[in-house]
């Protein structure tokens, strides 16, 4: 018998647009069974979410070896010195930028232009793939309703972004691209050639695209450093100026200070001189009244 697992593997891997209409078909066509209700309470998944569904059944191999990386860089950062975590870190983000340029062609294929921020949102959720094993289920799955975002530091709810609690666990099949192909005729084949050149070109362009958002956002960070180091070094040099200036002012008034220190001397010796000088006189009257 037909399980609603079986079901949403099979609505899960649709067009986003058709899941819907094919949702409700299909609990109408079960109407009666115990099944009617669960399937038509299957949520109808974002976009991010759709594309992860897509990228999961497109390049499972790919995607398996993702999240045996993301599993091996978590047993590897236990006791790891900060220099290998920043190289883990790296390799992490370039597999999942990778990952997420392949998705969009995919996407692009099937007739959907991703956007950046549903972009992002990919990204994020095969990010919190590698670094959450149960994101990693949820993914693998192939039956994510909600994109993910794993932060490290508050705990990811995996089971809240599948269809159905026994998604995680669940590997979807793998689904080859779809070829439609025409026998006998010449110019149905030119055409499905030039289908396949432009879908390819498609997904070159969005690659293109891609790496141009990533090189743009590499030369902001870098015009952005360039400038705050100049900033800095325009403080250093006016706290060097300063500096300089407080150096010559404590010269002047050591210089300043041995001379004081001179005069002093010079006039407690003189008062010196007459003390001695009052205290004789005085003396010499007190003799001659005598």
Same mark, same amino acid.
């Given at each position: #018998?037909?399980?609603?697992?079986?079901? !949403?593997?099979?609505?899960?891997?649709?067009?986003?647009? @058709?899941?819907?209409? $094919?949702?409700?078909?299909?609990?109408?066509?079960?109407?009666?069974?115990?099944?009617?209700?669960?399937?038509? !309470?299957?949520?109808? *998944?974002?976009?991010?979410?759709?594309?992860?569904?897509?990228?999961?059944?497109?390049?499972?191999?790919?995607?398996?070896? #993702?999240?045996?990386?993301?599993?091996?860089?978590?047993?590897?950062?236990?006791?790891? %010195?900060?220099?290998?975590?920043?190289?883990?870190?790296?390799?992490? /983000?370039?597999?999942?930028?990778?990952?997420?340029?392949?998705?969009?062609?995919?996407?692009? @294929?099937? =007739?959907?232009?991703?956007?950046?921020?549903?972009?992002?949102?990919?990204?994020?959720?095969?990010?919190?793939?590698?670094?959450?094993?149960?994101?990693?289920?949820?993914?693998?799955?192939?039956?994510?309703?909600? *994109?993910?975002?794993?932060?490290?530091?508050?705990?990811?709810?995996?089971?809240?972004?599948?269809?159905?609690?026994?998604?995680? =666990?669940?590997?979807?099949?793998?689904?080859?691209?779809?070829?439609?192909?025409?026998? %006998?005729? =010449?110019?149905?084949? =030119?055409?499905?050639?030039?289908?396949?050149?432009?879908? !390819?070109?498609?997904? !070159?362009?969005?690659?293109?695209?891609?790496?141009?958002?990533? @090189?743009? %956002?590499?030369?902001?960070a870098t015009e952005r450093l360039q400038a705050r180091s100049l900033q800095i070094q325009a403080e250093i040099d006016e706290l060097r100026r300063r500096l300089a200036?407080?150096?010559?002012?404590?010269? /002047?008034?050591?210089?300043?200070? $041995?001379?004081?220190?001179?005069?002093?001397?010079?006039?407690?010796?003189?008062?010196?001189?007459?003390?001695?000088?009052r205290d004789e006189a005085a003396a010499e009257v007190a003799r001659r009244r005598e």
């Amino acid at each position: #018998m037909t399980s609603v697992l079986e079901v !949403a593997e099979e609505l899960y891997g649709l067009p986003l647009a @058709s899941f819907t209409p $094919a949702r409700d078909a299909r609990a109408r066509e079960l109407r009666g069974t115990h099944l009617a209700g669960p399937v038509k !309470a299957l949520r109808k *998944p974002a976009t991010a979410a759709w594309v992860v569904n897509l990228l999961v059944r497109r390049e499972t191999e790919q995607v398996a070896q #993702m999240i045996a990386v993301g599993a091996a860089l978590r047993e590897a950062q236990a006791g790891m %010195d900060a220099a290998a975590l920043r190289e883990l870190t790296r390799q992490r /983000r370039q597999l999942t930028a990778a990952l997420t340029v392949r998705a969009r062609a995919l996407a692009r @294929s099937e =007739g959907l232009r991703v956007t950046e921020s549903v972009a992002e949102q990919v990204e994020e959720t095969l990010t919190a793939a590698m670094i959450d094993g149960g994101a990693a289920a949820a993914v693998r799955s192939g039956l994510l309703v909600a *994109p993910l975002r794993a932060t490290g530091v508050e705990a990811l709810d995996a089971a809240g972004a599948v269809a159905l609690s026994d998604a995680l =666990g669940f590997e979807v099949a793998p689904v080859a691209a779809t070829l439609h192909v025409v026998p %006998d005729s =010449g110019a149905d084949r =030119g055409a499905e050639r030039l289908a396949r050149a432009q879908a !390819a070109l498609t997904a !070159a362009e969005d690659e293109v695209a891609e790496r141009r958002r990533i @090189s743009e %956002d590499a030369a902001a960070a870098t015009e952005r450093l360039q400038a705050r180091s100049l900033q800095i070094q325009a403080e250093i040099d006016e706290l060097r100026r300063r500096l300089a200036g407080l150096e010559e002012s404590a010269q /002047r008034v050591d210089d300043e200070l $041995a001379e004081a220190e001179e005069e002093r001397a010079e006039a407690e010796s003189a008062l010196a001189d007459a003390v001695r000088h009052r205290d004789e006189a005085a003396a010499e009257v007190a003799r001659r009244r005598e």
